[in-house]
């Protein structure tokens, strides 16, 4: 019996020893393949060369809005595998294009990232060259109601008051109040129409308010420097300021505008008679004195 122990005891150990060296070789080949698969990764890396592809990019931070020139981008090269196919790959492609958003130096310049001046929501590059955008208040506009659209051209019309009243041909005292169109064919950049009216009383006495009608209306020109200060100078001294609204093709000016209260009823009024005026009577002048000489 107790060879027969030893015996097994023996066979134990060298199962346990053969099976360790098949381990040993299973992990040993394994390796041997990875090694394998490594070297022929490599060498397959090697041997092919990444495609490069050479785009346009931000030479330095460009704003929003700003227009993007030659001399703010660069070439370089870059994967092919990582071009969007909007990139550009010349500073030809450019134009006279502005950005849309900020790009960040270094950035890819896509054809996305740049519009047009009229695609940029900024006042301040639409405006035509030479010229201003000048913003007032208007009557209600009350000849056109809400006709008035962005891009339409309009005459001004305005009441003042005239210090220093005249006479007519019949020899009357005109109203002081004159009304007159004193710009003619002038472009409608924005329009903005005020608040709705109230709605009207249930008083029946009084006359009912059209819904229609805008209080604070408020209009963008598109004007001269010149043009510009003579809104603003009616602004400040006619009671208001009303549009006509004209045809899109027209562009004639008419000259000889202008009229009063009087002059609209003339036809109306009784005549009246001529106040003459009396020449200023002068006093007499004092008598010149006289000197008497005694010897």
């Not at 109601?145 to 339409?152: Q, R, S």
Request: glycine letters at 6%; aromatic letters at 6%.
């Amino acid at each position: 019996m107790a060879g027969i122990g030893k015996a097994f005891n023996i066979l134990f150990v060298v199962a346990i020893v053969i099976g360790g060296l098949c381990i040993f070789l299973l992990f040993q080949y394994i390796n041997n393949v990875k090694e394998e698969s490594r070297k022929a990764a490599l060498k397959e890396a090697g041997s092919s060369k990444i495609e490069l592809v050479k785009v346009l990019t931000a030479n330095v931070d460009i704003e929003h809005g700003t227009l993007v020139e030659e001399s703010m981008t660069k070439m370089a090269e870059v994967p092919k595998e990582y071009v969007p196919e909007t990139a550009l790959t010349s500073a030809d492609k450019l134009g006279r294009r502005l950005a849309a958003h900020f790009i960040p130096q270094g950035d890819l310049i896509l054809d996305a990232k740049l519009k047009e001046r009229e695609q940029i929501q900024r006042a301040s590059l639409k405006i035509t060259p030479g010229m201003r955008l000048v913003t007032t208040s208007v009557n209600d506009t009350k000849a056109t109601a809400f006709l008035i659209k962005n891009g339409d051209y309009v005459d001004l019309i305005g009441t003042f008051t005239i210090a220093d009243a005249g006479r007519t041909a019949l020899n009357r005292v005109t109203d002081t109040a004159v009304t007159f169109t004193f710009l003619q064919h002038v472009k409608v950049y924005d329009i903005i129409y005020g608040n709705p009216a109230p709605p009207p009383t249930n008083n029946k006495n009084k006359s009912q308010v059209d819904p229609r009608v805008a209080r604070g209306t408020t209009v963008t020109f598109e004007v001269t420097p010149q043009i510009a200060e003579r809104i603003l100078a009616a602004e400040s001294r006619a009671s208001g300021i009303t549009m006509v609204l004209r045809r899109y093709d027209d562009e004639e000016k008419v000259t000889g505008l202008g009229t009063n209260v009087e002059t609209v009823l003339e036809e109306y009024l009784p005549p009246q008679p001529i106040i003459e005026e009396s020449e200023e009577v002068l006093p007499p002048p004092p008598p010149t004195p006289t000197r008497k000489t005694v010897f």
